[in-house]
């Protein structure tokens, strides 16, 4: 572990605690060029690219922005190790690097799902290539893998060398120069992981097939397989090693490279073509096109008996017949005729000499450019996304990384660099387009004035190519296609016409003296946003053309072999309609290619090359200012300091300087804008000195960091010994760990609430169907939360008939649960339940059985309580109870007697004891009678309190039946029928009571409701009885 010199080893993953080189930026500048105090001055720029490559620090950022200087030499930051290091940490806290970069554009990918693009640009030799290889390779290397597509990330890298070996050349520049531009987008699954890849190709450099400046080659491809294809491969291509044999390789003069091994290239390339799953025949076939190339080259033509032009090197033209599968007469006719078709005839003209030599360079050139075209498809199929990968619905994100000429000033510029010119315009265009964007969104997210930036806006630049019918594509596409004679002067003249007076287009006629002198009568000069260009015309309407003559697309049609007549569709040659011209087709897939890019967010790798010779440690100031001016860094630092040099997150900030404020040292605990607030404070930074945004802090100007920077290490040795005397390290190793530890525990927590809510929702879907895994945690817990709420909330009385509804499993449980607390409560309110009461209780329940729902007054009578006695002891006369002896006096209760004829009431005591009832009237006891004997007792179901006792009837002794009327006669006749045992004996009757009356006679109490209680004589000789009506609701 190693901490005092700026890393901490943690569990074996290195971390850089801080921005480290903020200490060491006297030494190695600054890592951030926003930092630059000088943000204006280029001569600054420069120096502080000077000091870092001096110190082998290749890249610095500008904001998110990314510049590389070419090395020229192997570094050792490209390690696992190093890999390992840059994975998961943020951009600012580690020294830049391209790994930097790669991270957070696929972090950025991942948390916020948005499709990403890396451009890289540069001028030739500045490392473009070099670059997207390593970004490849750190993803290749750090993501996880797909197991359906364990050889995806093989394949992707394997088509490197591939397209390398076709599209790559040595150049003056730079010894393996990609001749193409080329964007290729990787597209990650859902956890991150590549599952496919996708290539698009731009502009390959065709003229190079058949003409090579002095000491630049041809493609690697055709050097490769003289030197490394084996003998009798050579001997199926009828080819001879040397390379000087061929007229198509010796242009240059530069038929070997100390730099590289051809023979080594060709292994890897043949073993990446079989790893991309290139079919041994296809690669036959393949190299087949390659040998037909070199040969048709060597096919030379002179003059014949007729003055005609005529092939004079019969085998190498067979030779291309048989590589290319094509009829060998067949080919030289079409090499040395053509064929117009005139108001709908068809024509046959011979070709003179330097004709056919053009027909036999145009058909290499597209011959090895449509192949070139078909490699690219065939790389695409391999590296294609899965069919079930890209229907799962479950979405792919894209990192596109896009690597294309950067602008490119040659001492003659041609078609080819007003096109590469072109498309760093566009691409220029995009860059202040999204950056600018990019900021002024993170101002306002982080609620910051924006403070308006001027910038070049290069669209007048853009218009003034492209535009239609006044653009120069344009024009260039009029002339080539206007009837007439026309050259490469004329399109200059129709340039001069449209467009003169255009402030960024000039030619030798329409400029002034000065301008004039630099240029020469065939050029126009473009004021691009990097710089001024000369471009020559000459050639500039062929290249548009890329003209074949039909027959020559007619013979490769008919091609047996498959790449050929793939390259070649019947279809062109039936379709009269002439195809879209180079300058137009280039145009269009710009647009498209801007399309992608606008729609992913950017990232850029800005490359420099140091210096010309490919040298190591060399740094070429001029040729940096002049890469510095096209690349418009300058203009990029400028728009990213707009305002503030310096930001960073709350927490970032807070960590690092928390030790130079006491209130915020060693740990701050309120919100994190209050602890940068109160730092900034006590630092005493002035109010135009910094802005406090939602998330982040914006410093103005460096000096203020870095005056808090020195303060920080000025403090680093007081802080770096604890009391206890424990290096603060260690502190922060446990600090670390400790925090490390509650992560993992929240996370845990995390994932197994995620798994519950998945059991949950899964467990509701399936809630209907039997227990099954997928419903078992849902059921269990509607189970158990029935039961855990029926436990609050049981009924606490028996009267309480309320009872939670139970889940559909639940419904019989519940049913006996709620018979078991039923139960449960009944016996328990019983054994509570005293003697006196229980007597209560029996008696009400009698009473209940007797009048319930037959008598008015019942509900007022249960109501009450039944007393032992409506008499005092007192008030029963001596003489009466010693007249009853033994017999006790059970209940005792004043009634009123009414006479069986005449009815005349008269005040009784009816006294109960266990075997009769008597009557008495004050002393003397009036009458008793038997229980045994009574035969009834009859009462009305009004509120009265009639009630007639019936006597027997047979005895004539008896004097009849006794009629009396009683305050308590619920009570009353409830207890009298106990005792008598005489409970079903009690008549309740609705509308009047019969009793008899002495010797065999009658009488009839009559009963009807009325306002208040009446007892009198009625009608017929019948006790009339009038009912008050209770209301018992
Ligand atoms: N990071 C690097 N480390 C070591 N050498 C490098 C690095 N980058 C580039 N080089 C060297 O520079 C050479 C040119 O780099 P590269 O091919 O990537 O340039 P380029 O920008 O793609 O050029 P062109 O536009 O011509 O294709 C490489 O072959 C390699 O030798
Ligand atoms: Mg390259």
Same mark, same amino acid.
């Given at each position: ?9 943690? +569990? ?6 801080? +921005? ?232 240059? @003069? ?97 070709? @003179? ?90 101002? +306002? ?22 535009? %239609? ?191 130079? !404020? ?28 910094? %802005? ?79 227990? !099954? ?56 309110? !019983?054994?509570?339940?005293?003697? +006196? ?115 027997? @009837? ?11 009327? !009683? ?67």
């Amino acid at each position: 572990m190693r901490y005092q010199g700026r890393e901490v080893d943690v +569990e074996g993953r290195v971390r850089l605690v801080m +921005e480290s080189a903020l200490t060491a930026r006297d030494r190695v500048g600054v890592q951030d060029f926003v930092l630059l105090e000088n943000y204006n001055s280029e001569a600054a720029f420069i120096e502080n690219l000077r000091r870092r490559f001096g110190e082998g620090l290749i890249y610095t950022y500008i904001g998110s922005v990314l510049v590389s200087v070419n090395p020229y030499k192997e570094l050792e930051i490209y390690s696992k190790q190093q890999m390992e290091r840059y994975r998961g940490v943020s951009f600012y806290e580690i020294s830049p690097h391209i790994y930097a970069l790669s991270d957070t554009a696929y972090r950025a990918m991942r948390t916020e799902r948005k499709d990403q693009c890396i451009m890289i640009s540069g001028e030739s030799g500045a490392g473009k290539t070099e670059a997207s290889k390593k970004i490849l390779l750190y993803y290749a290397v750090t993501c996880p893998i797909n197991a359906h597509m364990a050889t995806l990330g093989d394949r992707l890298l394997q088509s490197n060398p591939v397209l390398e070996a076709f599209g790559n050349a040595k150049t003056f520049r730079n010894d393996n120069s990609s001749r193409f531009g080329k964007y290729m987008g990787v597209q990650f699954d859902f956890r991150g992981a590549p599952v496919g890849g996708h290539i698009l190709n731009y502009l390959l450099e065709k003229s190079r097939v058949v003409h090579q400046n002095h000491g630049e080659r041809n493609f690697h491809i055709f050097y490769q397989l003289l030197d490394g294809g084996d003998d009798n491969l050579l001997t199926t291509l009828a080819l001879q090693r040397n390379p000087q044999n061929y007229s198509y390789l010796v242009k240059g @003069n530069c038929p070997r490279l100390s730099s590289v091994s051809d023979k080594n290239n060709w292994k890897v390339v043949m073993k990446a073509l079989s790893v991309i799953g290139f079919a041994e025949e296809e690669v036959q076939k393949l190299l087949s096109i390659i040998a037909g190339v070199l040969h048709l080259g060597n096919t030379q033509f002179g003059e014949g008996e007729e003055g005609e032009t005529c092939i004079t090197t019969e085998t190498h033209a067979t030779n291309v017949a048989k590589l290319l599968g094509v009829d060998v007469s067949a080919l030289g006719e079409a090499l040395t005729h053509k064929k117009l078709t005139a108001k709908g005839e068809e024509m046959i003209t011979p070709l @003179n000499f330097e004709q056919a030599m053009s027909a036999r360079d145009a058909l290499a050139k597209a011959v090895y450019g449509r192949t070139f075209t078909w490699l690219v498809e065939k790389i695409n199929q391999s590296v294609a996304l899965q069919e079930e990968i890209y229907h799962s619905g479950k979405g792919c994100s894209v990192i596109g990384l896009l690597d294309i000429y950067g602008f490119e000033v040659l001492q003659h510029n041609s078609f080819e660099q007003f096109c590469i010119n072109y498309c760093n315009e566009k691409l220029q265009q995009l860059f202040i387009e999204l950056t600018l964007r990019s900021e002024q969104e993170e101002y +306002e997210a982080e609620g910051i004035a924006w403070e308006t930036v001027q910038y070049f806006d290069n669209k007048i630049i853009c218009d003034l190519i492209e535009e %239609k019918h006044k653009g120069i594509i344009s024009t260039l596409d009029e002339e080539c296609l206007r009837p007439g004679e026309t050259c490469d002067a004329s399109f200059l003249e129709k340039l001069e016409d449209t467009l003169g007076g255009h402030p960024h287009f000039v030619t030798h006629k329409l400029a002034n003296g000065k301008t004039r002198k630099a240029m020469g009568r065939e050029e126009f000069r473009l004021l691009h946003y990097a710089g001024e260009v000369n471009y020559n015309v000459n050639g500039f309407l062929d290249k548009n053309n890329d003209l074949l003559n039909r027959n020559l697309k007619e013979v490769m049609c008919q091609s047996h072999n498959q790449i050929v007549s793939y390259c070649f569709r019947r279809e062109e040659v039936m379709d009269q309609k002439r195809p879209e011209m180079a300058a137009t087709q280039f145009k269009n897939n710009l647009m498209k290619l801007m399309e992608i890019l606008g729609s992913k967010e950017p990232s850029y790798v800005r490359c420099l090359k140091p210096n010309d010779a490919k040298q190591p440690g060399r740094f070429d100031e001029v040729l940096i200012r002049h890469q510095v001016k096209y690349l418009g860094l300058m203009e990029n630092l400028r728009v990213r300091r707009a305002g503030f040099a310096y930001r960073r997150r709350f927490e970032a900030f807070l960590q690092r300087y928390k030790p130079l !404020c006491p209130e915020t040292w060693p740990n701050w605990h309120g919100r994190l804008a209050d602890g940068v607030s109160t730092l900034v404070n006590h630092l005493g930074y002035k109010a135009e000195e910094y %802005k406090l945004g939602r998330s982040k802090i914006f410093i103005r100007f460096p000096k203020t960091l870095f005056t808090t920077e020195d303060a920080l290490q000025a403090k680093k040795p007081e802080i770096g010994e604890c009391k206890n005397g424990f290096p603060e390290w260690r502190l922060i190793t446990i600090q670390s760990g400790w925090r490390g530890m509650k992560a993992r525990r929240r996370a845990k927590r995390r994932r197994e609430a995620a798994e519950l809510i998945r059991k949950f929702i899964k467990g509701f879907i399936y809630r209907h169907e039997d227990y !099954c895994p997928e419903n078992e945690y849902f059921l269990d817990h509607v189970r158990y939360s029935f039961l855990k709420n029926l436990r609050k909330n049981l009924p606490r009385s028996v009267l309480d008939k309320t009872w939670p509804t139970p889940p559909p499993s639940l419904v019989e449980a519940s049913e006996n649960l709620w018979r078991m607390h039923m139960r449960n409560m009944v016996v328990k309110y !019983c054994k509570r339940v005293q003697p +006196e009461w229980r007597k209560q209780m029996i008696q009400k329940v009698a009473a209940s059985e007797i009048f319930k729902d037959q008598k008015d007054s019942y509900p007022q009578g249960v109501g009450r309580l039944f007393l032992d006695s409506r008499l005092e002891r007192e008030q029963i006369n001596l003489k009466v109870v010693q007249t009853l002896g033994s017999d006790k006096v059970q209940y005792g209760v004043p009634v009123v007697k009414y006479d069986r004829r005449g009815f005349k009431p008269r005040p009784r005591q009816l006294l109960l004891t266990n075997t009769f009832a008597v009557l008495v009237d004050k002393t003397k006891i009036k009458q008793r009678i038997d229980y045994a004997a009574l035969r009834g007792i009859s009462v009305s179901s009004l509120s009265d309190g009639m009630f007639v006792l019936h006597m027997p @009837n047979e005895d004539n002794k008896q004097k009849g039946d006794v009629v009396l009327h !009683c305050d308590h006669v619920i009570e009353l006749v409830t207890k009298l029928a106990m005792m008598a045992s005489k409970v079903n004996y009690v008549n309740i009757n609705p509308g009047s009571i019969t009793f008899a009356v002495a010797r065999g006679k009658e009488g009839i109490i009559d009963f009807v409701r009325g306002s208040e209680l009446k007892v009198a004589k009625g009608k017929r000789g019948h006790l009339l009885v009038i009912a008050p009506q209770i209301n018992n609701i």
